[in-house]
């Protein structure tokens, strides 16, 4: 299991340049000019992850396969969107499918690049597309109340339950503030997902930095930094322009310009660490002489569920899954080692799956 973020900002933030470097593709047109994206582009991207590669040489499998994630560049939102302005409308539609937000925000000064409000204030502009974000919502929730009336005066349990938690979302909307900041009991979370409210998207500021601040950052992203943990959410900082050079050279000729550029990694690689924080994901590893292979899970999740991302047969007849701590694996140089010293163990429906684990799971067919 992957997950699917959403490339959003103002128009001429860079959300096109970063979505071409993501992907190594220039199918996102980066053109100086609003709404130059007019359908959002979807591109799949391997994760990185230095882990699977050094699996892969121990166990001396022929294939390595990574996991994956999925960017969607949707175009740049405008004030009145969610009244329809621009194609607000639209890409409304587009956010709403999914799961996180990676919002660009523009923390650089060029003159050759036009701002769509005339001035350059990341916060602002945050404000701007948050405020758009949350009009949408209110209008939904005022709609979705209508549709409702009468099962709720029927005393339908579900149609209850949903007016509870639209007039709580309402209420943190009237008062300024996201759904996402609403407390929700484990009970309603199916409920309250189903929903679909725009302003319950994780949130992930990306400052996207002149290529002189890439690593360290600008005064710009600081107040970005101060704004997101201001509100629980997360920021990186990134020069998309740094990022597009580098989608183009080979990994050698990456390294060194990365290194020239003061940089350790690159930006996607941030960017990937941030979102799997977002969304609270993990990854387990399932290793073998025909491929290494890495797979994506929830934290949190148990054996039988992290079986059926592989397929749902899996899972249905799970019997238990034989463990190998990632540095147990590497440290003593195989399954065969790790066995002979112990320490592959034997786990069942309970356990639950920890990152890095290297697994090999027996069910009934």
């Known amino acids: 299991m992957g997950f699917k973020m959403g490339i959003v900002g103002l128009p001429n933030v860079g959300k096109s340049t970063l979505f071409n470097a993501l992907t190594k593709t220039a199918a996102a047109q980066a053109a100086n000019f609003p709404f130059c994206t007019i359908e959002p582009n979807v591109g799949d991207v391997a994760v990185p992850d230095e882990r699977l590669d050094k699996l892969a040489e ?26 329809g302005e621009g194609l607000g409308n639209q890409f409304l539609a587009n956010i709403r499918e999914v799961d996180a937000i990676a919002h660009v925000l523009r ?91 725009l302003t319950t998207k994780p949130i992930l500021y990306v400052c996207n930095v002149d290529e002189a601040s890439a690593a360290a950052g600008n005064e ?40 020239e550029m003061g940089l350790t990694e690159a930006g996607l690689d941030r960017l990937i660490v941030a979102g799997y924080e977002l969304l609270h994901l993990e990854t387990y590893f399932t290793v073998g002489p025909k491929e290494a292979r890495a797979w994506t899970i929830r934290t949190g999740t148990s054996a039988p569920k ?50 890095g684990d290297v697994l090999h799971f027996l069910f009934n067919t």
């Open 220 to 259: 710009f992203s600081v107040k970005v930094e101060k704004m997101a943990q201001e509100q629980g959410a997360a920021s990186v900082v990134i020069s998309a322009q740094i990022e597009e050079e580098i989608s183009q050279l080979e990994p050698d000729e990456a390294e060194m310009f990365l290194e």
């Open 58 to 83: 121990i166990a001396k499998s022929k294939q390595i396969i990574p996991t994956r994630m999925t960017f969607v560049d949707i175009a740049g939102l405008v004030k009145g969107a969610s009244k």
């Open 306 to 355: 992290a079986a059926g991302v592989i397929h749902g047969d899996f899972e249905k007849g799970f019997i238990r899954a034989e463990t190998i701590a990632y540095d147990d694996f590497v440290g003593l140089g195989g399954e065969q080692a790790a066995k002979e010293a112990g320490k592959m163990r034997a786990e069942g429906k309970a356990y639950i799956v920890k990152d």
């Open 107 to 197: 923390c650089f000064e060029d003159g050759d690049v036009t701002h769509v409000e005339g001035r350059i204030d990341p916060v602002a502009d945050a404000e701007t597309i948050e405020t758009e974000l949350m009009l949408a919502d209110m209008e939904s929730i005022e709609k979705r109340l209508q549709n409702i009336v009468r099962k709720v005066r029927g005393g339908d349990k579900e149609a209850v339950q949903q007016e509870r938690l639209l007039r709580a979302a309402m209420a943190a909307l009237e008062a300024g503030q996201p759904a996402r900041t609403v407390d929700v009991d484990t009970e309603d979370a199916k409920t309250w997902k189903g929903l679909q409210l």
